[in-house]
């Protein structure tokens, strides 16, 4: 008997999927796979409700993200072990788009800066909580239907990162990472969702980000995110520094509601003397 | 500072400041003292007023165009009192209205939500 492509290339698929018999869950196929392990879409049937499952081969990252509660985390529902031995936690499945994938063409600056904000508030969160995220990249950031952002694959020991956005420290496999590698991946990510031409203060920011030594970049995530609030509040960055003439345009842009009105107080004054005059 | 204390505070200056500008005017100089007075406690009501509206209203534009009125109103009370200089007490009045509106929305905390 002979069998088709289709019909050899689906047992090859079935025979690659995970078996998920005396589990609540039941399998609909595979949507995704990382440097940790693959993620599944399946169906809960004790809470009828679709839900993604990452299988792995150790618990440590379900009990990380499981400690970590933020609203653009992605949640954890539950975690167990499979027939064969591997762990899986099942977790939210969030419907959208990976952000390497999120089409950007039309996408304002604002809402870039958004994203990248939304991303760096999850870091400076784990990073509260001792965690780090060791390889922020876009294909780990998911952006949902609804503009919410997720962070996903939280690292564990060992993870090696995404050469574009790995720090130099990480790459060189130093044995102490700390939260400024995440600084670095941060800013690359910055990079990553600005425009072809971004202003030069963003440059600047994600510059500042990237720096090949740690003692460079920002000292830490909030400190990266108040940088880019500044530019949004059209304030001089930490990054890039502002000379006087330029600190005085600012200035006369930010307030020049009442820089006007201060100048029709002088000009009526000026007026009223010189009518008096004549 | 609330609003209010901010729209006093900064008409009771700007009042001042419009009121010394009269120095200028030989003629008033002798009666810089009451001048003074009089501008001060008129910047310090338009002031309390514009920072009451502030509260009330978190418009920029429409906290300007109050204040500004206020200003002018006031600044016409105190002419028809004078019956002369009209110009030069209007037209301050009217700009320092402004100045004091924008500041009163500009700064200063809102009142306190209480539930």
Redo the contacts between chains.
Sequence with gaps: MELSDSVLQHLRAVVDLPDFGGTRYELEGEIGRGGLGAVYAAFDRQLQRRVAIKVLDGEEEARVIAGLEHPAIVPIYDAGTLPDGRAYYAMKLVSGERLDRYPRGDVPLSERLRLVERVGEAVAFAHTRGVLHRDLKPQNVMVGSFGEVYVMDWGVEGVAGTPQFRAPEQASGAAALDHRADVYALGALLRFVLPADPPRMLRAIAAKAMEPNPADRYGDVPALLRDLQRFQNGQAVEACPDSRWQRTRRFAVRNQ??LL??A??VA??F???F??RL | MNKIVTGIVFGAVLGFLDGATAWFTPEVRPVIGGILVGSSIKGLLVGLLSGWFARKVNSMKWGIVFASVVGLLFAFGIALMQGNHYLEILLPGFVTGAIIGFLTQRAGAPSKQTV
């Design positions: 509601v009442l009105l201060l029709a107080f009526v004054k007026f009223l003397f009518v008096r």
